[in-house]
C-alpha cells in the first residue's frame, strides 16, 4: 500500500520545492541567543527567534534550570492529577495570575495544546466562536474541536465583527477569539474596541497573547494592559516558549470557574505529562526578572524603532506598526527564500516565511528584534538587508 503513497508523497514534496516553498531546517550549534553558531561553522546575528528579551540564556534562567533539576529531578512520568503536581507548578500558576491580572491560571505543555483544549471544553453545538481571521493556527484547530458554530470576520474589522455578533444572536454563549499579535503581521488586536462590542453583544473576550506577553504594556502584562482592559478580557492564553524563557509550555488565565473545569475535562491537561520542574523554575525566574525593572523592554523597544524606521528610509516595505515583529514585505516566495539565503551568507540569520504560513504573493522576512541585541547589531543587520538587495537586483 505504502508504495502508492509514497509516489503521492514524492510528488507533492516535488511541487512544493519547485514553488520554491520547500521549508529547510538550518542546524544551530549553540545556545539561543543574539549570536549564534551555524551547522557551517559560522557565527551569525539571529534576527529571527522569538526571544524578545533575551532571557533565552539569561544565567539567572539557566540557573534556576539547573537547581531545579537537583532539588526536583528530570520530570514527572505523570499527568497532574495523578501524581504530577509539585508545588512549584501551583507557584507559577500564580505567579502568572498575578501577573496578568487573572483570577487562575493553568499550564500546558504549550499554548498550541492550551488552544486546543480551551474551546471544546468550555462551548457545546448551541454556542458561537467568533474568530479572527489571521487567528494562530492552534486557535483555529481548537475552534475545529468544539462543536460550536463558527463564524469568521475579517482582521481587526470592527464594523465586520459586529455583523457576525449579529449573525450568531440565536446562540446561548457568544465567545470572540482573537491574537493579541498576529505573528506574521505584528499587528496588535484593538482590544479595546473588542471588549466594547462584547459588552454590548453580551459576548466572552479570549486573547492569545503569545507575542505580547512579557514585553507589551506598561508593566510587560501583554495586550490586556497596553489597553488598559485587563478586568474585562475573560481568558487569556499564552506561551512560555518566547518572551518567559523561551523553552516551552503555556498556560490558560481565566475567570476561576472556566480554570476549575479546564482542570476536569481539558484533554490536552487530563493527558499530557506535567512541564518539566526545569522549565517550570526557569519560567518562575523569568517573571521575577519581568517583573523587577524595565529595561529589557526599553531596549526591545529602542530597537524596535531603530530598524523599522531606518529599513523604511533605506526603502524596503516594512509593515507598519512598533511591534518587534518586523515583516519585510517581498511578494515572491522564491525571491524571499533567495534573500534570506544571501544574508546569512552575509552573517544574518532570518528566515523567508511563505505559503501556507502566509498567503500567496506575501512571502516576506519576518525579522524580530531582542532586547538581547545591540545597537551595533541592529545597525549590521541593515546594512545587510541593503547589500544582498543590491546583490540579487545585480
Given at each position: 500500500m505504502f508504495g502508492r503513497m509514497r509516489d503521492d508523497l514524492t510528488a507533492t514534496i516535488g511541487e512544493i520545492r519547485d514553488a520554491g516553498?520547500?521549508?529547510?531546517?538550518?542546524?544551530?550549534?549553540?545556545?539561543q541567543q543574539s549570536l549564534i553558531s551555524v551547522a557551517s561553522g559560522n557565527e551569525v546575528l539571529n534576527f529571527c527567534a522569538n526571544n524578545y528579551l533575551g532571557l533565552s540564556d539569561h544565567p539567572?534562567?539557566?540557573?534556576?534550570?539547573?537547581?531545579?533539576?537537583?532539588?526536583?529531578?528530570?520530570?514527572?512520568?505523570?499527568?497532574?492529577?495523578?501524581?504530577?503536581?509539585?508545588?512549584i507548578h501551583k507557584d507559577l500558576e500564580g505567579a502568572l495570575s498575578n501577573f496578568l491580572g487573572t483570577e487562575d491560571t493553568i499550564l500546558y505543555s504549550s499554548c498550541f495544546d492550551a488552544n486546543g483544549g480551551?474551546?471544546?471544553?468550555?462551548?457545546?453545538?448551541?454556542?458561537?466562536?467568533?474568530?479572527?481571521?489571521?487567528?494562530?493556527?492552534?486557535?483555529?484547530?481548537?475552534?475545529?474541536?468544539?462543536?460550536?458554530?463558527?463564524?469568521?470576520?475579517?482582521?481587526?474589522?470592527?464594523?465586520?465583527?459586529?455583523?457576525?455578533?449579529?449573525?450568531?444572536?440565536?446562540?446561548?454563549?457568544?465567545?470572540?477569539a482573537t491574537d493579541g499579535v498576529f505573528s506574521m503581521d505584528g499587528y496588535v488586536a484593538p482590544l479595546d474596541e473588542i471588549c466594547d462590542l462584547a459588552e454590548r453583544y453580551d459576548a466572552l473576550v479570549m486573547v492569545d497573547d503569545s507575542h505580547a506577553v512579557g514585553f507589551v504594556g506598561s508593566d510587560g502584562a501583554g495586550t490586556p494592559s497596553l489597553f488598559g482592559v485587563k478586568d474585562r478580557v475573560d481568558i487569556v492564553t499564552g506561551t512560555l516558549g518566547k518572551a518567559l524563557g523561551g523553552a516551552s509550555g503555556g498556560y490558560?488565565?481565566?475567570?476561576?470557574?472556566?480554570?476549575?473545569l479546564l482542570r476536569q475535562r481539558s484533554r490536552p491537561y487530563l493527558f499530557s505529562n506535567s512541564l518539566a520542574p526545569s522549565v517550570t523554575a526557569a519560567s518562575l525566574k523569568a517573571l521575577e526578572l519581568i517583573g523587577s525593572s524595565s529595561a529589557l523592554r526599553d531596549k526591545l523597544a529602542a530597537n524596535t524603532q531603530l530598524f523599522r524606521t531606518k529599513m523604511t528610509e533605506a526603502g524596503f516595505n516594512v509593515l507598519p506598526g512598533d511591534h518587534p515583529i518586523s515583516p519585510v514585505m517581498i511578494g515572491d516566495a522564491a525571491e524571499a527564500g533567495r534573500l534570506a539565503d544571501k544574508l546569512l551568507d552575509l552573517g544574518i540569520y532570518v528566515i523567508g516565511f511563505s505559503y501556507p504560513v502566509v498567503p500567496q504573493g506575501k512571502a516576506r522576512i519576518r525579522v524580530q528584534l531582542s532586547a538581547a541585541h545591540s545597537t551595533q547589531d541592529v545597525e549590521t543587520a541593515i546594512a545587510a538587508f541593503i547589500e544582498a538587495r543590491a546583490a540579487l537586483a545585480g
Amino acid at each position: 500500500m505504502f508504495g502508492r503513497m509514497r509516489d503521492d508523497l514524492t510528488a507533492t514534496i516535488g511541487e512544493i520545492r519547485d514553488a520554491g516553498l520547500y521549508k529547510s531546517e538550518r542546524v544551530i550549534t549553540s545556545p539561543q541567543q543574539s549570536l549564534i553558531s551555524v551547522a557551517s561553522g559560522n557565527e551569525v546575528l539571529n534576527f529571527c527567534a522569538n526571544n524578545y528579551l533575551g532571557l533565552s540564556d539569561h544565567p539567572e534562567v539557566v540557573a534556576a534550570a539547573k537547581e531545579a533539576l537537583d532539588r526536583w529531578g528530570f520530570g514527572l512520568s505523570s499527568v497532574r492529577f495523578i501524581c504530577g503536581t509539585q508545588q512549584i507548578h501551583k507557584d507559577l500558576e500564580g505567579a502568572l495570575s498575578n501577573f496578568l491580572g487573572t483570577e487562575d491560571t493553568i499550564l500546558y505543555s504549550s499554548c498550541f495544546d492550551a488552544n486546543g483544549g480551551l474551546f471544546e471544553t468550555l462551548l457545546g453545538a448551541e454556542d458561537a466562536i467568533i474568530s479572527d481571521e489571521l487567528n494562530h493556527a492552534s486557535i483555529i484547530d481548537g475552534v475545529r474541536l468544539s462543536k460550536a458554530k463558527r463564524y469568521r470576520y475579517k482582521n481587526r474589522d470592527m464594523a465586520d465583527l459586529e455583523a457576525q455578533l449579529k449573525d450568531a444572536a440565536d446562540a446561548r454563549y457568544r465567545l470572540i477569539a482573537t491574537d493579541g499579535v498576529f505573528s506574521m503581521d505584528g499587528y496588535v488586536a484593538p482590544l479595546d474596541e473588542i471588549c466594547d462590542l462584547a459588552e454590548r453583544y453580551d459576548a466572552l473576550v479570549m486573547v492569545d497573547d503569545s507575542h505580547a506577553v512579557g514585553f507589551v504594556g506598561s508593566d510587560g502584562a501583554g495586550t490586556p494592559s497596553l489597553f488598559g482592559v485587563k478586568d474585562r478580557v475573560d481568558i487569556v492564553t499564552g506561551t512560555l516558549g518566547k518572551a518567559l524563557g523561551g523553552a516551552s509550555g503555556g498556560y490558560v488565565s481565566a475567570r476561576r470557574e472556566i480554570v476549575e473545569l479546564l482542570r476536569q475535562r481539558s484533554r490536552p491537561y487530563l493527558f499530557s505529562n506535567s512541564l518539566a520542574p526545569s522549565v517550570t523554575a526557569a519560567s518562575l525566574k523569568a517573571l521575577e526578572l519581568i517583573g523587577s525593572s524595565s529595561a529589557l523592554r526599553d531596549k526591545l523597544a529602542a530597537n524596535t524603532q531603530l530598524f523599522r524606521t531606518k529599513m523604511t528610509e533605506a526603502g524596503f516595505n516594512v509593515l507598519p506598526g512598533d511591534h518587534p515583529i518586523s515583516p519585510v514585505m517581498i511578494g515572491d516566495a522564491a525571491e524571499a527564500g533567495r534573500l534570506a539565503d544571501k544574508l546569512l551568507d552575509l552573517g544574518i540569520y532570518v528566515i523567508g516565511f511563505s505559503y501556507p504560513v502566509v498567503p500567496q504573493g506575501k512571502a516576506r522576512i519576518r525579522v524580530q528584534l531582542s532586547a538581547a541585541h545591540s545597537t551595533q547589531d541592529v545597525e549590521t543587520a541593515i546594512a545587510a538587508f541593503i547589500e544582498a538587495r543590491a546583490a540579487l537586483a545585480g
